[in-house]
């Protein structure tokens, strides 16, 4: 793992969020690793209204131009 690796799940870590490494292959067969977190509670409210309704992604957003994919997971409010 890299450093910037390192530090994200040191510093997710220190804030108490679920982190993992994961690797990825595309369909041209091109590899990719990243990080997966979130913290508990939303964890608990996928787990209890089991749907997404939006996945977003974004790239080159940030200083080490990672890809971003926010997933909204809708409450029972509908929101």
């Known amino acids: ?5 390192l530090e994200a799940f040191d510093k997710l870590g220190e804030l108490k969020w679920v982190s993992s490494p994961i690797q990825a292959i595309s369909l041209d067969k091109t590899y990719g690793r990243g990080i997966v977190f979130a913290y508990p509670a939303r964890l608990e409210r ?3 209204y ?3 309704s939006l996945i977003d992604s974004t790239h080159k957003t940030n200083q080490l131009e990672w890809k971003l994919f926010t997933l909204i997971v809708r409450d029972q409010y509908a929101s």
């Open 1 to 5: 793992m890299t450093l910037q690796v």
């Open 50 to 52: 089991g749907h997404l």
């Open 46 to 48: 996928l787990a209890q």
